[in-house]
């Protein structure tokens, strides 16, 4: 077993205990909730796309420290980004989780989440968050006319 | 009898209520079976046949005496719990409910003690009535004594709590079940690897359990009904074993229990159920409750030194039937068990398929540590380590 430190590291912990981006969006173009059906984490995600910006994107949610502080991190990591760059920023997470080789350095504080791999029960927590938005972005795309479809 | 286990011994498991351990005898029997005597039974015309027949009916005989009933023919062999409780659902109770008929299950219900009874709600037009458990996790019985009424046709609950660990004496329910007509059922998933059953003292009309919650293998579990009941059960599966006459356009069926076992049983699982009694019975219910007794005692005192963790339940051991939930003050039941795995404790953490108990309780998820006779004060210890840890880390 890999040290436990090694998953609640400071940065995840403080996250967990104090989320940014927390709570729900008063006029929000989209809300996603996502929910993990073995564990019952819940998250849910609101998110405004000002012509193709992530302008806004905020989240509730209950459930485990690392589902919490993935969600947070991950709004400080995708605010401002466009749809196109978001969409790249969630396919590299997703290799991450995996424990894939990634190419970007835009991940900003999510790359915490590599470490995930050495604790595989507990991977599907950190990509509750990225999931729900993945959903927002596909929603985005039929919305707009485009077809956006992310492998899950 | 050797007492060696399956799962790693570096392991403190605290996950019993999931799955038990099986012994190396159980193990060692299974294994005879699939290495020299893997033949069919009920059909075959040749020695072994019979000897694996004798041997299969050998164990429902030994399930009969495990649980007291007095015939072997009340014994029907299942997949398990769940496979146990739909049957009853929907071979017995679907045909005997009629629109605005009730059935009575609690809230502390497993979900597979809750599901097939809302599926035979829908189906008959009947109505599912759920009654609540009082601050210390028991059954309001008083709550139950008004909800049974003449409309009642089955009330079904579990005998021990597996989020709870609370124990529930059945015999003045199926007294007060009797007299208006309903039957009883008890899902004694959780209670059998922890104390006696004894069907005819709770005068019960249908008990389910599994294999592999009482050191036995998994996929193979018991319904017992009272003989009269099996007789108007249906079968819910259809094929070979099962049938008396066939002809191109119609069938009869064997008696109970041959009727309720369609196909190929679960041979394997059934001689492994049998091994697993024996254990038991070796080792001895006294002996079992004793060991749990001390074991939880042990864990609630240490818990409840400890104030910011929350025991759900009563406050007190004798309650806890070798079952403890709890949560630790600002950290997640699921971030609790990783954390507890990484000092080498194995407990579950979640909502137990237990979702309407987890509203009651008004939370999402618990940690639940259940124990079994082989576990030691060490491994308690090293939860209490454990916790500690998860404070430090999460400071």
Redesign the interface.
């Known amino acids: 077993m890999s040290d436990i430190r090694q998953l609640y590291q400071r940065i995840i912990i403080d996250h967990a205990n104090y989320p940014h981006h927390y709570g729900k969006l008063a006029c929000p173009d989209f809300v996603r909730t996502c929910r993990n059906p073995d564990c019952g984490d819940t998250i849910t995600v609101f998110v405004s796309i000002d012509t193709d910006c992530f302008n806004e994107l905020n989240f509730v949610g209950d459930g485990c420290a690392i589902s919490q502080a993935s969600a947070s991190i991950m709004t400080d990591t995708l605010i401002d980004k466009t749809v196109a760059e978001a969409t790249q920023l969630i396919q590299e997470f997703q290799k991450l989780l995996l424990g894939q080789h990634i190419t970007t350095g835009d991940l900003g504080d999510s790359v915490v989440f590599g470490k995930l791999k050495q604790f595989p029960t507990r991977v599907r927590c950190g990509a509750l968050a990225w999931h729900a938005v993945s959903d927002v972005i596909e929603e985005w795309g039929k919305r707009s006319g485009q077809q956006i479809n992310f492998s899950k | 009898m050797k007492v060696l286990m399956t799962i790693d011994n570096h392991l403190a498991y605290l996950d019993n209520a999931s799955t038990t351990p099986v012994p190396q005898y159980v193990v060692d029997v299974i294994d005879h079976y699939y290495h020299c005597e893997k033949v069919n039974v009920h059909r075959g015309m040749y020695k072994l046949a019979n000897v694996v027949t004798q041997q299969y009916e050998g164990v429902r005989q030994k399930v009969a005496k495990f649980i007291n009933a007095d015939d072997k023919n009340q014994i029907v062999f299942t997949s398990g719990t769940t496979d146990s409780l739909n049957m009853v659902a929907f071979g017995y109770a679907l045909s005997h409910l009629q629109p605005d008929d009730e059935m009575i299950v609690s809230v502390l219900e497993h979900h597979s003690n809750l599901v097939p009874w809302q599926q035979v709600a829908a189906k008959s037009g009947g109505r599912l009535r759920i009654v609540k458990v009082d601050g210390k996790g028991h059954l309001d019985q008083k709550q139950l004594t008004k909800m049974i009424n003449r409309h009642t046709k089955v009330v079904s609950l579990a005998m021990v709590s597996n989020v709870l660990g609370t124990y529930t004496d059945m015999r003045p329910i199926a007294q007060k079940a009797h007299e208006i007509g309903a039957v009883l059922v008890v899902d004694a998933a959780q209670a059998v690897a922890h104390m006696p059953i004894d069907v005819q003292k709770m005068n019960v009309d249908f008990v389910a359990f599994s294999g592999h919650k009482m050191f036995g293998p998994t996929g193979v579990g018991v319904l017992y009904g009272k003989s009269e009941l099996l007789e108007e059960m249906n079968p819910v599966r259809f094929g070979g074993e099962m049938i008396d006459q066939v002809t191109s356009r119609s069938a009869t069926f064997q008696p109970a229990p041959l009727k309720f076992e369609a196909g190929t049983p679960n041979i394997a699982g059934v001689l492994g159920l049998g091994a697993a009694i024996d254990y038991i019975n070796g080792i001895g219910y006294p002996s079992i409750m004793g060991t749990d007794h001390l074991l939880v005692e042990r864990l609630m005192s240490e818990l409840n030194g400890l104030k910011f963790v929350t025991i759900y339940g009563s406050p007190s051991a004798d309650d806890h039937k070798a079952v403890v939930s709890f949560n630790v003050e ?6 609790i068990a ?2 507890l ?2 000092v ?1 404790v194995a407990v579950r ?3 137990h398929c237990a979702h309407p108990l ?1 509203d009651f309780l008004r939370t ?2 618990v940690v639940r540590a259940s124990v079994s006779f082989q576990n030691t004060i060490k491994e308690i210890d090293q939860l209490v380590v454990g916790i500690q ?1 998860a404070r430090e ?2 400071k």
């Open positions: 600002g950290i997640h039941a699921h971030d990783t954390i795995d990484s080498g953490a979640g909502h987890m999402e998820s840890k880390i999460f």
